[in-house]
């Protein structure tokens, strides 16, 4: 697109100013929060195999840490900017890994083999993902088992760049997912491929992802460095091990899951997830470092309100608080981070 945007007005740049005023900006901690146990990045630049490129790294370049806001744009979404251009492989905590792009794959190395929560955007972001693994850990574990945490495609539409379908299909590896797998496949693929043409055109205006990258164009995505934005190559593998009630229990690669039901949240097949054995909870994208909106631009369905705002504080409370921490599955890890952080769902 050739249009390089305009130039904030006097009145949006007054606004921009004035919502200086109501945020922490002194507050540089999120600088060292999310750079810690960043172990190593993906190539500048990755094609697949149509020659396309598929992630670009310095297309974020000229977003620095120290590069002020301009007048163009909201101070938070500028230092929100700033934190999410890192993306590549974090250690969270022991035995807890995420590979960062979009929305995060979360890595369990449990004792018999690692357990995938959620898949990434798309399967060259899982694929290259999972060899950086590979590669700088030198953890060699087989799949044991492959969580999605709600029906959104930023958080399947890598699974087959982490497992192959055949291993799923002879029940080799599960797919354990919220709600009845009907109901699971019909979100799923209802919301992404039925109506999934004049939703990737609306998200396209939505996120403005033909816009040039510049402070009158595109400043990000919201949930990653999204530099995978482009070019994605979307899989999905339904489901097989269905998630329908709070606490159900399962053992992944030799670690206890459990399982927290949170349907019609912000998606309409949601769930949570306790690991005892590192003490760690997830409340999926019910509580993210990210802004949440009730009815988005592209069209997916409403959410529920209700228990979109509830259901984070029931399960935080009931077990993040039990010792533990929680961690998200895009942006921020939260786990392991700031003393007394790691409870979602305050504010959630
Ligand atoms: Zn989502």
């Not at 130039?7 to 600088?31: C, G, H, I, W």
């Not at 790294?57 to 301009?70: H, K, L, R, Y």
């Not at 996120?207 to 040039?212: A, E, H, Q, T």
């Amino acid at each position: 697109m050739a249009d390089q945007g305009k130039p904030a007005t006097s009145f949006t740049a007054q606004v921009n100013k004035e919502a200086l005023t109501r945020y922490a900006m002194t507050d540089r901690e999120d600088f060292h929060d999310i750079d810690r146990g960043f172990l190593a990045g993906f190539p500048p630049v990755v094609k697949n195999d149509a020659g396309d490129v598929v992630i670009d790294g310095p297309a974020m370049d000229w977003i620095t840490d120290e590069t002020p806001c301009p007048d163009e744009v909201n101070p938070s979404l500028w230092r929100q900017s700033q934190l999410i251009k890192r993306a590549g492989l974090f250690k969270v905590v022991d035995g807890l890994y995420q590979i960062r792009l979009s929305a995060n794959i979360t890595i369990v190395d449990a004792p018999d083999g690692l357990v995938f929560i959620d898949c990434g955007l798309s399967t060259v972001h899982a694929k290259e993902g999972l060899a950086l693994f590979r590669k700088e850990t030198g953890n060699d574990k087989p799949v044991a088992a492959v969580i999605y945490t709600h029906t959104h495609f930023d958080h399947y539409g890598g699974v087959k760049g982490l497992v192959d379908e055949a291993d799923v299909k002879s029940g080799k590896i599960p797919i354990v997912a919220p709600g009845t797998i009907e109901s699971f496949d019909t979100h799923a693929i209802g919301e992404n491929v039925i109506t999934g043409n004049a939703m990737s055109r609306r998200m396209g205006y939505t996120f403005g992802l033909m816009l040039p990258r510049c402070e009158c164009g595109l400043i990000s995505g919201g949930i990653g460095a999204n530099n995978d934005g482009m070019n994605p190559s979307f899989s999905y593998i339904s489901p097989t091990d269905p998630i329908t009630k709070t606490g159900e229990k399962r053992t992944l690669g030799g670690w206890e899951f459990e399982f927290l039901y949170a349907p019609d949240t912000e998606a309409p097949e949601e769930m949570h997830i306790w690991i005892p054995a590192i003490s760690a909870l997830t409340c999926a994208e019910n509580a993210n470092h990210t802004m949440h909106n009730i009815q988005t631009i592209r069209g997916a369905r409403t959410r529920g309100r209700s228990q979109f705002r509830s259901l984070p504080g029931r399960d935080a409370r009931a077990l993040g608080r039990s010792g533990g921490g929680s961690f998200r599955t895009a942006h921020l890890a939260g786990l392991g981070q700031r003393d007394g952080e790691g409870v979602p769902g305050e504010s959630a």
